[in-house]
């Protein structure tokens, strides 16, 4: 049987708020200028580097929030594996400590591999992956 849990879950589960954040902005976000303009309404807009400028602000209201959805980056690369648009989840939390921060990392890193391995492991040993290093992971990870 296949799973219906999907990566927004994980996020949905702990008490989030899902904030769909805007594809145009008016300036950068990640503090580069090498971004994709566009034009939007007779202004110049740039697509999204990232939902997190607005989420910082949503987090302040609403607490946990995350975002996700399509990022674009416009940097010049010497490779065809630069990614120029791709789709990302950011989570934000209001007041969040060091400590809560990668203790929600861990805990989408483990969902996500627990995931992978229900539904897709017939594609891991069709690859010939050794899937023992997934299995075996536990939290909390290593910290130096």
């Known amino acids: ?4 849990r999907r990566c927004r879950d994980y996020f949905d589960d702990r008490g ?23 034009e939007y309404f007779d202004q110049k807009a740039y697509l999204t580097q990232s939902g997190q400028l607005y989420n910082e602000a949503t987090a302040a209201a609403f607490g946990k929030v995350y975002c996700f959805g399509p990022t674009f980056r416009a940097e010049k690369s010497k490779t065809r594996r630069h ?3 791709f789709w990302m989840v950011e989570p ?4 969040a ?9 861990e805990g989408l890193i483990c969902f996500i591999i ?31």
Do not use: H, K, W
Request: a negative charge.
């Open 97 to 105: 400590t060091l400590e809560d921060t990668m203790q929600l990392a």
């Open 1 to 4: 049987m296949r799973s219906s």
């Open 83 to 85: 990614l120029m648009e």
């Open 16 to 38: 989030f708020t899902l904030v769909d954040t805007p594809i145009f902005t008016p300036n950068a976000c990640e503090g580069t200028t090498t971004l994709f303009e566009t």
């Open 114 to 144: 627990e995931r992978v391995l229900t539904r897709r492991r017939t594609q891991l040993e069709v690859l010939e992956r050794n899937t023992s290093i997934l299995e075996n992971l536990s939290r909390p990870f290593f910290r130096a």
């Open 92 to 95: 934000e939390v209001a007041y």
